[in-house]
Structures are given as C-alpha cells and as structure tokens.
C-alpha cells in the first residue's frame, strides 16, 4: 500500500489484549511508529480519559477518536477538533421510550460514563463477562438524577450505552433506535447497544482527520473486531479485523490479523512495515 501515515486502532480486544492490557509487541510496535513518523490513533467508544496512560503519554499518538466517533481530540491542546452530540431532545425521546425496562441507560458526556444510581446495581446482572463487569462498574459516574434531570447540568451528550438484562429491553432498545434516522446504534455485546448521532461513527471520524492533516485514506490502517468498528474498517485504506473478531466484520475485512492477546496489531504491522 501507499506510504502510511496514520495507524487506527480500536482498543478493547484489538489493541489491548481481554486483560485490558497492551501486550509487549503492541507496545514496541508504538516506538516504531514514532521512529518512522507514523501516527497511532486510538479510535475507541471510550471516553479520551479512559484510553490507557501509555498511549496518550506516547509520542506516536497525537490525537484520540472518542465515543466511536463522537469525538477527534488533539492531545497537544487539550480541544476537541471535532464533536458531534446528540440533540437534548433526542436523549430525553430515547429515555422516555427505555426508562420502564430494566436498563442502565448510560450518557457519556465531559468525558465522563453518567449512570443513574437507581440503576447502578443491574451491572451485576447483565450478560457480561466478570473483568468486563468491573470495568465497566469502575468506570461509571453514578448521580442521584436521572438523565433528562442531569443534561442541564453537563455538556453534549457523545454518546449513549444501553445494558439490557431482558429480552424486552433488547426489543424496546431496538425499535427506539428505529424510529429515528438520526440515530446510528451498533450492537457490542450480548447485552449492549451504543447509540451516537448517525453522523458520529469511526469512518466518519477516520475520513474527517485524514483531511484534518492532509493524508491520502490510501495511507490509512485500521484494525477493529467488533460492530462498532465496522465503518473503520470499510473507511480505511486497508482495513483489518483481528482474528478474535466477531464473524459478521471479519467478513467485510481486507485482511485479517492475528489475535489480540498475541499482540496481532503489531504482528500484522511488522509484516506491513518489514521490520
């Protein structure tokens, strides 16, 4: 492929390994790229805080997709270059149809995931593995308010991440989203929808910063292996999916990389780069 530029990379499952650490290779892979000007791109539904230290600290990484999408922020001014929210009266349309389920309608916002103490207590019966459990516990913002009570007090709302502990949550999540073509909704897990403006994915984002700083999509990378990175993959240069990915997205890859927990990113990048 053409000269790369820059390297995008989803994190849970691609770039970190289940632990949610970086493997070694990943982590040697970063001072190659620094080495070679080549930027790392941390394209995540996290929030920018919650992208691992040694990535932000590092100097191949320069900016930080955000919110799947939602969010391209410049770590060398502390602003984001771009955010697309979803309206006021979208959240609080979408909380009035789900808030009768058993739910934990969560609202990423100030760089932060809002739950609704009432709420909190369904993490520890949604269908998720442990280690994901207690991440996701740890990494909450539980108020007292409810959400449309909360919006007044904290910025655009980037993103919206739905735990269902039924079936009919499942439903009601689904048919919510379907009424708005606004709305774009990726399922992530068994019990997960995240919901952004349609306007607000990885490929937009990817296809807005290779403009931003004037790189060719031809010299673009990037390696995902789940929903939510499906319009990376289809936007980039050469798009990857990890061997550990789901079947539906490594269908719609160029090429597929090894498993995360080997460190398959840098893997499939030494061979790339030959190094």
């Known amino acids: 492929m053409a000269d790369i530029k820059a ?21 040697d892979l970063m001072d190659e790229l620094a080495a070679r000007g080549i930027e790392l791109v ?3 539904g996290r929030h920018v805080g919650g992208v ?31 955010l697309v929210a979803l309206t006021t009266e979208r959240v609080e349309e ?5 808030s009768p389920y058993p739910l934990v309608f969560d609202a990423f916002a100030d760089g932060r995931a809002y739950t609704e103490q009432a709420r909190y207590d369904l993490f520890d019966i949604i269908d998720v593995p442990e280690g994901l459990r ?3 516990k740890a990494g909450r913002t539980p108020v007292p308010q409810t959400i449309p009570e909360l919006l007044p007090q904290v910025g655009p709302i980037t993103k919206l991440s739905i735990f269902f502990t039924t079936e009919e949550g499942a439903a009601a999540c689904r048919a919510a989203f379907d009424r708005f073509p606004d709305i774009y909704y990726v399922k992530t897990s068994a019990a997960n929808f995240e919901a952004m403006d349609v306007r607000a994915t990885k490929g937009e984002a ?3 910063l290779a403009a931003h ?17 499906v ?10 999916v990890m061997e550990n990915g789901e079947p539906q997205v490594k269908a719609l890859a160029d090429h597929i990389a090894p498993p995360a927990i080997e460190g398959g990113v840098a893997l499939y990048m030494q061979h790339l780069l030959g190094y």
Request: proline share 6%.
């Open 7 to 27: 390297v995008f990379v989803d994190l849970d499952d691609t770039f970190l390994a289940p632990d949610k650490s970086i493997p070694q290779p990943n982590l």
């Open 42 to 44: 941390p394209c995540t």
């Open 52 to 82: 691992p230290q040694q990535m932000l600290a590092h100097p191949c990484v320069r900016h930080v997709v955000a919110s799947n999408g939602g969010i391209v922020h410049d770590l060398r001014t502390g602003c984001d270059l771009r």
């Open 94 to 98: 979408l909380y009035a149809a789900l």
């Open 134 to 136: 207690a991440y996701l």
């Open 206 to 208: 990817l296809r807005w």
């Open 213 to 229: 700083e004037g790189w060719e999509i031809a010299q673009t990378v990037a390696f995902g292996d789940n929903n939510n990175d």
């Open 231 to 240: 319009t990376m993959i289809e936007a980039a240069g050469d798009g990857v």
